[in-house]
């Protein structure tokens, strides 16, 4: 599911609202109340909070349109339950994507696109079950998933140009916080936590990729192998689970990091960065000696990231909630 073999062409910059309402809470997930994560910006349980009609207008949690010209989920593989929850039964043509929390409006910048984005760091919890049979059917096509790609290299107009480097350059992250597809070479009760920095002209830096690419799936592009996490023996992934993640940014005294979390205990998916320079720091450090660049994953840190849940075809998802906890919203875009 790498959004990373899309393209966005134009370069304009940002021009968008701060996330508007945010809500006060006492109950924030131990994990996030430690670094100071205590604001539920974002809760869904999904109670006409979706854009069934595809209106992509602003006021919905969900749209079904997409980007890169994908077309919109369709509406009938959506199934509302009377608890609240959502059942997902299809991931569509764009790599494991039924519903975003932004949206690809069709008019021109700067609302080209609607919905949020978060940035500055935040606690992102979905809580989901799905029947791994359904996955490992011969032919199945997709897998159960819960993403996040930046609303910079999703836009129309643009806004992960890497300065200093030729047009088009592009340099931004992907955070795949649950992806059930690795039950082939893996026990059931494995699944993959990846982080992708992707860097460069689509279809030109790295000949025979779309981007060119490092990431925490093995140490011969950063410092880290731990994308796979496994969980307790006997999980049964039927019932719910709660898959979070938690995003803390670097600063000039400390490091960033992503950590992951299984059902409110942090895993062995952990990755660090140092602050990012985009003056100091350039590509070719990422393709010659990038396990020993601790700045790696860190352009994170100045990106806003969109939330995304799909899953294969013929293989349903039950999603009962999602929620996302920040110190405030002041740094999220909204519109």
């Known amino acids: 599911m790498k959004r990373g073999a899309f393209h966005c062409v134009s370069l304009a910059l940002l021009s968008v609202f701060a996330m508007g309402q945010t809500v006060f809470a006492s109950n924030a997930p131990p994990q996030a109340a430690a670094v100071g994560y205590t604001?539920?910006?974002f809760s869904s349980t999904?109670?006409?909070?979706?854009?069934?009609n595809n209106t992509r207008s602003s006021g919905y949690n969900w749209y079904l349109s997409k980007f890169f010209g994908a077309h919109?989920?369709?509406p009938s593989t959506l199934h509302f339950n009377s608890d609240g929850s959502l059942t997902l039964t299809s991931g569509g043509d764009a790599s494991n994507d039924a519903i975003n929390s932004a949206a690809d409006t069709g008019k021109p910048a700067p609302n080209d696109w609607v919905g949020t984005a978060f940035g500055g760091g935040g606690y992102f919890e979905a809580e989901f079950k799905f029947d791994p049979s359904f996955v490992?059917?011969?032919g199945a096509v997709g897998f159960p998933a819960w993403w996040l790609e930046p609303l910079e290299h999703l836009k129309k107009s643009g806004g992960s140009q890497w300065n200093g480097q030729s047009a088009g350059f592009e340099h931004f992250t992907e955070?795949?916080?649950f992806e059930y597809n690795q039950w082939k070479n893996h026990s059931p009760n494995v699944y993959a936590g990846t982080v992708h920095e992707w860097y460069g002209i689509?279809?030109?830096t790295c000949p025979g990729k779309a981007f060119c690419h490092a990431s925490n799936e093995n140490n011969a592009t950063t410092q880290f192998a731990n994308n796979l996490i496994t969980t307790p023996p006997g999980?049964?992934?039927?019932?719910?689970?709660?898959?979070?993640?938690?995003w803390v940014p670097a600063t000039k005294n400390s490091v960033g990091y992503l950590q992951y979390y299984f059902d409110g205990k942090p895993t062995s998916d952990k990755v660090t960065w140092s602050q990012y320079d985009e003056q100091k720091h350039k590509p070719m450090m990422l393709r010659t000696s990038s396990p020993n660049t601790p700045w790696?994953?860190?352009?994170?840190d100045r990106q806003h990231l969109i939330l995304i849940l799909g899953t294969g075809n013929g293989q349903p998802m039950t999603v009962k909630a999602v929620n996302v906890w920040q110190k405030n919203g002041n740094q999220n875009l909204k519109q």
Do not use: E, S, W
């Open 72 to 74: 919109p989920t369709n």
């Open 296 to 300: 790696v994953f860190g352009v994170l």
């Open 39 to 41: 604001t539920n910006t």
């Open 202 to 204: 689509h279809n030109a």
């Open 175 to 177: 955070v795949d916080i």
């Open 235 to 246: 999980t049964d992934f039927r019932q719910y689970h709660r898959f979070g993640l938690l």
């Open 136 to 138: 490992m059917k011969p």
């Open 46 to 52: 999904f109670n006409k909070d979706v854009d069934i």
